[in-house]
């Protein structure tokens, strides 16, 4: 079949999902941001994607609801959807305001909706909420079909009242394997450390996170803790972390180069959350072999086997946080063989392989089912193949 993946925000998640429905037969097509390209892939797109994927790219640069230039773009968005003429549309969940709109000119082809994020994080970007809730909204009214990454996500995205979709179906987050692109050679693990990554707000458990490492400089003095990335909370607390010893300190926007190399550089991997739904985190730690320690929020520990490729404990709980920091990092053998087994993870139960096959049936089943209202003069007979 023909589908088209869009997405304004996962480069990598797009590049994988694309690659390994081409790699099953299917002809692929991707709709992208020219600047989210630039900002995480650059110039390796090309390498990255498999040769009988299409890419388009879409330049972004007026912003906002209030800029009127951004409409130009619907226009250009609207003749690529009809020039494709794809059976089936997948677009992942985004705050962009013209896509609703410019989902109509799929005319009769169902629309696949990933949803990364059932509920906005706390703190995690507050603006312009109504607009953004908006979007949402009606992106998942407009759905026919909704993949989820995690079972407590199904659970909690069907809690929510309204004429959305209840279609849904709970499919894993692949891990980015796109990332050893950027591997670098020589480049060691620094011992009894630590990594932090990824959008520093503050659901992600900083100050937990803080207060266990306290605790594990008792038992393990040379503990490094390297925290990589930005937001509210590197903001707050960056005097802080810049002026300890134990911190090595990554501020900013992270290209993959400085992803692959602090992954690299990792003992293991802390998601220390009060808060969340699932984690790409996790997935990146399995593509480099570390094991990771989790809390037990959203669907994050549905990919964590508890005690095989990482460990898993309760949120706002730093003596629980602490003590399997200090159980991993002084077991090297352990760690190790948790790290061994992340990397089989990636390779197998979260391979794009398996992840495109169960996302195939979800499309395969639009496509014999009736449609939710696209065509506007309400024919009601299934998807055209």
């Not at 925000?9 to 797009?14: D, K, P, R, S, T």
């Not at 932090?196 to 594990?216: C, P, T």
Request: charged residues 25%; hydrophobic residues 45%.
């Amino acid at each position: 079949m023909k589908i088209l993946l869009i997405s304004f925000n996962w480069v990598e998640y797009l590049v994988e999902m694309a690659n390994a429905l081409a790699a099953r037969g299917h002809a692929c097509d991707v709709i992208l941001k020219t600047s989210r390209v630039r900002e995480t892939v650059g110039d390796a797109l090309p390498a990255l994607l498999d040769p009988r994927v299409r890419a388009h790219l879409l330049d972004d640069r007026p912003r906002g609801l209030r800029d009127p230039r951004q409409w130009l773009t619907v226009p250009r968005f609207v003749a690529l959807v009809r020039s494709i003429a794809p059976d089936v549309v997948n677009v992942h969940d985004t705050s962009i305001t013209y896509l609703p709109f410019g989902l109509k000119a799929r005319r009769r082809s169902p629309l696949l909706l990933t949803v990364h994020d059932v509920a906005l994080h706390p703190g995690a970007d507050e603006r312009e909420p109504r607009r953004r809730a908006w979007v949402r909204r009606a992106l998942r009214e407009a759905a026919d079909a909704v993949i989820v990454h995690g079972e407590r996500l199904r659970e909690q995205y069907l809690a929510e009242p309204g004429p959305i979709c209840r279609n849904v179906h709970s499919i894993p987050h692949g891990c980015y394997t796109v990332l050893r692109h950027w591997l670098r050679p020589g480049v060691a693990e620094i011992p009894r450390s630590v990594l932090f990554f990824g959008r520093l707000h503050a659901y992600k458990g900083l100050d937990v996170l803080l207060q266990a490492m306290d605790r594990v400089a008792r038992d393990v003095p040379d503990v490094r803790l390297i925290v990589a990335g930005d937001g509210e909370e590197m903001t707050r607390r960056h005097a802080t972390l810049a002026a300890d010893p134990r911190c090595i300190v990554e501020r900013g926007y992270l290209g993959n180069d400085t992803v692959a190399r602090v992954f690299q550089q990792a003992g293991i991997v802390v998601l220390p959350y009060i808060e969340g739904s699932q984690s790409g985190v996790v997935r990146i730690a399995y593509v480099f072999g570390k094991p990771v320690i989790v809390t037990r929020v959203g669907s994050i520990p549905e990919s964590v086997k508890d005690g095989i490729t990482g460990l898993v404990v309760p949120p706002r709980d730093p003596e629980a946080l602490a003590r399997a920091m200090v159980d991993l990092l002084l077991d090297d053998a352990r760690r190790r063989e948790m790290g061994a087994a992340a990397g089989r993870m990636a390779s197998e139960d979260l391979s794009w392989s398996r992840i495109a096959e169960r996302t195939e049936k979800v499309c395969t089943a639009l496509l014999d089912q009736p449609a939710r209202g696209a065509d506007p003069a309400g024919d009601r007979a299934p998807y055209r193949r």
